[in-house]
């Protein structure tokens, strides 16, 4: 919700400028920031967004918030898939659905399933990517 607030915005030029003053935010400001610029550049098609995501979760391994880490893993897993690294996505799929478990993400596990299913795809992995979709609709079914 914040980075929709803030995409519309010059958000994206002031970012840079907030960062280069970095010594005055705390760690959970500076993932934060970090992630906001990384999906900032996911969204040009920039591939420099997963190093930044990467700094976002370097930052935030540190700090306990529930569902942060897995957050920015999942920002990190849709950034491999959209540059083609599925196999590097798939490494984070558990840690990431862990994370959301323990928040109580429910809508964000689902969009994580969907993912898993689409990176197991890229993978050629067919009979898992189906399975995957079935455990997602079996609930559905009954």
């Known amino acids: 919700m914040i980075y929709e607030y803030f995409a519309d915005l010059s ?3 002031h970012l840079p400028f907030l960062l280069e003053h970095q010594e005055l935010y705390d760690k959970n400001e500076l993932s934060f920031l970090y992630d906001l610029l ?3 550049k996911l969204r040009k ?3 420099s967004a997963i190093e930044i995501l990467q700094n976002a979760k370097s930052l935030a391994v540190i700090l306990n918030i529930p569902g942060w880490l897995g957050l920015i893993d999942y920002h990190l897993i849709i950034s491999y898939l959209r540059f083609m690294q599925p196999a590097k996505a798939l490494m984070l799929f558990d840690e990431c659905g862990h994370d959301f478990q323990e928040a109580g993400a429910h809508r964000r596990i689902l969009d994580l399933r969907f993912s898993q299913a ?9 009979e898992e990517a189906e399975q995957v979709f079935l455990n997602l609709i079996q609930p559905m079914i009954k």
């Open 11 to 13: 958000f994206e030029i």
């Open 38 to 40: 990384g999906l900032s």
């Open 45 to 47: 098609y920039d591939e």
């Open 118 to 126: 689409r990176c197991l795809g890229m993978l050629r992995l067919f």
